[in-house]
Nanobody
Framework: QVQLVESGGGLVQAGGSLRLSCAAS????????MGWFRQAPGKEREFVAA????????YSADSVKGRFTISRDYAKNTVNLQMNSLNPEDTAVYYC?????????????????WGQGTQVTVSS
C-alpha cells in the first residue's frame, strides 16, 4: 500500500509562485513514476507533469511548460512541483499520483495511487 500526501497549496496572486510537495509512504518499492494532475471545478482532471521515481526523465503538459517544473527531493523523499508565473487558469485541486508501470505518462488510468489533493487558488 502506498500513501501520498500533498502539501503546499494555498492562495497566491497572479504572477506569483507556489511549490507543491508530495510525500510518499515508505512502501514505495513498486513505484516507477510519479505524476501531478489537476482538476478545476466543473472540468475533468488533466495531466500536469510526471517524473520517474528514480528521477531523470520528465514530461510536462504544454499548458505548463516553461512555468512548472517537477523534481525529486531525495533528502526528503518527496516529489515537488515548482509553479511560477501562475495565472487564474491554474486554479484547481492538484493531485499527486503514483504508477507501478512506465507506460505513457499522461493518461490518468496509468496511475495506481492518488493523494487527496491540495487546493491552489490564483487570484487576478
Amino acid at each position: 500500500q502506498v500513501q501520498l500526501v500533498e502539501s503546499g497549496g494555498g492562495l497566491v496572486q497572479a504572477g506569483g509562485s507556489l511549490r507543491l510537495s508530495c510525500a510518499a509512504s515508505h512502501r514505495t518499492g513498486s513505484i516507477l513514476r510519479m505524476g501531478w494532475f489537476r482538476q478545476a471545478p466543473g472540468k475533468e482532471r488533466e495531466f500536469v507533469a510526471a517524473i520517474r521515481w528514480s528521477g531523470g526523465s520528465t514530461y510536462s503538459a504544454d499548458s505548463v511548460k516553461g512555468r512548472f517544473t517537477i523534481s525529486r527531493d531525495y533528502a526528503k523523499n518527496t516529489v515537488n512541483l515548482q509553479m511560477n508565473s501562475l495565472n487564474p487558469e491554474d486554479t484547481a485541486v492538484y493531485y499527486c499520483a503514483a504508477a507501478r508501470s512506465l507506460g505513457l505518462a499522461d493518461p490518468e488510468g496509468n496511475y495506481d495511487y492518488w493523494g487527496q489533493g491540495t487546493q491552489v487558488t490564483v487570484s487576478s
